[in-house]
């Protein structure tokens, strides 16, 4: 396991919750990097950067900003093959377990090989699973796949638990980006009872009661974007 996952599993096996700031690099001023970072609250841990339509190059920009101005863990949150970056520390090697668009699940993935054996990027295994959070999300829009609805408890779990039994080492329930709801209480304990790796969740929490929800339901790390972007 590399440094940055075992750093996590620690501070998760203290009990310590992980906040993650979602930076999309297209809405991103890179000049304003400095002013960006003094902004995010002060018990943020990690900057992840990656939107589901990035333009070649930006992601590079972005975070060689960041490195520049921050000691927080830059971890990659691709959207497609093409975000990849050296520049960063790690990668969440993301696999669309809800949606059966095969692009998603490997697809992308094998795109990205070629260059991932020749750079020294820490890659965390993540099973991604997109929960319906109301309104349709980028992420279904771009992968043509479907969210998964939150009443289908079950489904979700055999497909969190899945995505562990074929060596995912985290699990991402994400509702998507503006998400009118973000993923419920009741999904995120139930998962997190069933999994025996750390459950990240994104998407649609706005409010610090709505962030604590999810701390209380067994979260090992919330995700904030588009919040803190408005």
């Known amino acids: 396991m590399g440094v940055y996952y075992t750093e996590f599993l620690r501070k998760v096996s203290q009990g310590n919750k992980g906040l993650a700031i979602l930076i999309d690099p297209e809405k991103f001023r890179v000049n304003e990097t400095a ?11 990690h900057l992840f950067v990656g939107g589901s339509t990035v333009h070649n190059g930006e ?6 900003a960041l490195k520049q ?8 949150f691709p959207g497609d093959h093409s975000q990849i970056t050296p520049e960063a520390d790690a990668l969440l090697f993301l696999s669309l377990l809800s949606g059966r668009n095969a692009e998603y699940l490997v697809g992308q993935q ?15 295994p993540t099973g991604y699973l ?10 279904a829009r771009v992968s043509d796949t479907q969210p998964m609805p939150q009443e289908d408890i079950e489904l979700i779990v055999h497909t969190a638990l899945a995505g562990e039994y074929m060596g995912a080492k985290v699990i991402y329930l994400e509702a998507g980006s503006g998400a009118l709801t973000p993923v419920s ?29 999810a701390y209380n339901a067994g979260a090992a790390m919330v995700v904030i974007g588009t919040a803190f972007e408005e």
Not at 110 to 124: F, P, Y
Not at 130 to 139: K, T
Request: aromatic share 4%; charged share 25%.
């Open 185 to 213: 209480f009741t999904v995120i304990k139930t998962v997190v009872g069933a999994v025996s790796i750390p459950v990240i969740v994104g998407g649609g929490i706005r409010t610090e009661t709505q962030k604590q929800e």
């Open 130 to 139: 997109l929960i319906d959070g109301g309104n349709e999300s980028a992420v």
């Open 59 to 64: 992601t590079k920009a972005v975070v060689t």
């Open 35 to 45: 002013l960006f970072l003094k902004k995010i609250p002060k018990e943020t841990t």
């Open 69 to 76: 101005h921050t000691n927080l863990p830059v971890i990659l």
């Open 110 to 124: 094998v795109k990205s090989i070629a260059r991932l054996k020749e750079w020294e990027l820490e890659i965390i």
